[in-house]
């Protein structure tokens, strides 16, 4: 299965530059946040494929104005193909406003997870917008991770990691490409596609 993963900042090559074709061989298009709701709306009118989505800490528009054709994840195991997906949301809490949450917080979000994650005998693929803790992250409170992320994949071994939340362009420090245990990690800044089978994933040029 080929994965568009996308997050952060609106591909120009998909949107501005889009030609008919750069979609084929697409299997599912899976977005961590921080885009514009009518970005996400052009890919699914363009692709032969689904757009799951969640919600980054930028994204309170999405109240009034939602990816139409779009499928939101947050807070539950959506599945496709066979494939296990978790979808959480929204970033550390820094200030008032939606999608930002305290580290009790979103423990409270994945205690509430305890059927879902027990009927579907866990996961395959955990999408977020912020980081783990002290994966990919920032030191600084609105870039920091959330430590339960880590409790997640220690516990259900996911095959993939997908987040956003801390540009590439930030500095050499947020990779594009980790790993936590058996768990591949993917910063899916502006975009990248990968192969869902690939024991070492990399970035597949569309």
């Not at 977005?31 to 709306?41: A, E, F, I, Q, V």
């Not at 193909?81 to 930002?100: A, D, E, F, T």
């Amino acid at each position: 299965m080929k994965i568009l993963a996308i997050a952060d900042e609106e591909s120009a090559y998909l949107w501005d530059y889009y030609r008919e074709g750069k979609l084929d061989g697409i299997d599912l298009i899976i977005s961590c946040g921080d885009l514009d709701p009518r970005y996400l709306s052009f890919l699914v009118t363009f692709a032969s494929a689904p757009v799951l989505y969640i919600h980054g800490n930028h994204d309170a528009k999405y109240a009034t104005t939602p990816p139409e054709g779009c499928i939101c994840i947050e807070d539950q195991i959506y599945v496709y193909k066979g494939v296990r997906i978790l979808g959480l949301g929204g970033s550390m809490r820094y200030k008032n406003g939606p999608h930002q949450y305290t580290e009790r917080e979103m423990k409270g979000r994945v205690r509430r997870l305890w059927f879902q994650l027990f009927r579907r005998r866990g996961f395959d693929i955990l999408v977020t917008h912020a980081p783990a803790y002290q994966l990919n992250d920032g030191r600084d409170l609105p870039h920091q991770g959330f430590k339960v992320f880590l409790e997640l994949m220690n516990k259900y071994k996911p095959k993939y990691f997908l987040h956003g939340h801390v540009h590439m362009s930030y500095g050499r420090q947020h990779k594009r490409y980790d790993k936590f245990q058996d768990t591949h990690v993917i910063n899916a800044f502006e975009r990248c596609v990968f192969e869902f089978e690939d024991d070492n994933p990399k970035d597949h040029i569309l």
